[in-house]
């Protein structure tokens, strides 16, 4: 008979970014988009920001990440992935909540970019004032 694996799913978002995030016992292998996560975000802040959730409660070592991220940024997608990945623990063990929400992963940031208006070269930026 085939051994049950415990899959656990959760979304993640900032920005314009959506994470679908599956976690599962292992040895701490992170993939993106089928990709390492070296290959796929550049620079070692981002990779730290979007595994700070497996390090707070340090299990970085001890859980497989597999994410699927589309929309926005490599930076909104990072913080997608941080905010998945944090659902998912939670979801998986209810006890971690109270660290993780402290460490304020648990929210969604939900600034996202201001929308053009009309009449104005951009969503802050006006056309210089002339009096005369």
């Known amino acids: 008979m085939a051994k049950k694996i415990e899959e656990i799913w959760a979304t993640g978002r900032r920005k314009c ?10 040895t701490g292998v992170v993939v993106i988009n ?4 070296a290959d796929y975000l550049p620079g070692d802040a981002l990779q730290g920001y979007a595994c700070q ?3 707070t409660v340090e299990m970085e ?13 490599k930076t909104g997608q990072a913080g997608a992935i ?25 929210t969604r940031d939900s600034r996202v970019k201001d929308r053009k208006k ?12 002339s009096k005369r």
């Not at 089928?34 to 996560?37: C, D």
């Open 61 to 73: 070592n001890k859980i497989d990440v597999t994410v699927t991220v589309d929309g926005g940024g």
């Open 53 to 55: 959730p497996l390090k």
């Open 17 to 26: 970014a959506i994470a679908r995030v599956r976690i599962k016992p292992g």
């Open 82 to 106: 941080r905010h998945g990945i944090a659902r998912a623990r939670v979801i998986y063990d209810e006890t971690l909540r109270a660290a993780l929400k402290a460490a304020g992963m648990m």
């Open 34 to 37: 089928g990709n390492a996560i």
């Open 118 to 129: 009309s009449g104005q070269p951009g969503a802050r930026r006006r056309f210089q004032f």
